[in-house]
């Protein structure tokens, strides 16, 4: 099970490129349970909360996510080129934002490229939810955003220091000081 869904992230990632003008219709009227989870994942992507989701909004929080897959080492800089090309090729060439009905077609056709079956397309949906919504509670501060471009996301950040060095009261009474000395 872990294996095909890998798959399945996988093709999602790397396999779908469609275009705005190659004739796609959807299969008839979504479940309500399918439009509510699209729905939230569109809210947890709109990280300024705004009503649209801008194309830093796709890439930063798809970084996040990668840093949960893959530890702080992720190539972040890959992962900003494969979402600003998806962004691109696939709700906005301008890198312009979009409005939820541009992400929901897009989103659909690439469930129904994968699987057509509601069931799994739900699977999909609620893996896709819980990796953003884990990636907003372990990285809380830094996936606020405002209106930009990435040019505005820093290209490197620093290992975050693990261990804060603070002097306890009886130190600080004894005038010890960091180092041993």
């Known amino acids: 099970m872990g294996n095909t869904l890998n798959i399945v992230i996988e093709h999602v990632l ?11 219709e959807e299969p008839g009227i979504r479940s309500e349970r399918l439009e509510t989870m699209m729905e939230e994942l569109f809210r947890l992507h709109d990280l300024n909360s705004n009503g649209t ?3 830093v909004e796709l890439v930063k929080l798809n970084e996040k996510i990668a ?15 494969r979402y600003q090309s998806i962004f691109r090729a696939e709700l906005n060439a301008d890198g312009k934002p979009v409005h939820y009905t541009t992400f929901r077609k897009y989103m ?40 930009g471009i ?15 060095k603070v ?12 180092g041993g000395g």
């Open 150 to 164: 990435l040019s505005a996301l820093p290209q490197k950040n620093p290992r975050p220091q693990l261990v804060q």
């Open 53 to 55: 989701l801008e194309e």
């Open 108 to 147: 659909f056709k690439m469930l129904d490229g994968i699987d057509p079956d509601e069931p799994t397309q739900a699977m999909i949906m609620d893996q896709f939810i819980a990796e953003a919504d884990l990636a907003l509670s372990a990285f809380p501060g830094s996936l606020k955003v405002r209106p």
């Open 67 to 81: 840093i949960l897959h893959r530890g702080l080492d992720a190539d972040r800089e890959s992962v900003r080129h």
């Open 14 to 24: 790397t396999d779908c490129r469609l275009t705005a003008n190659d004739g796609y």
């Open 167 to 178: 002097r306890s009261p009886l130190a600080r009474a004894k005038g010890v000081k960091f």
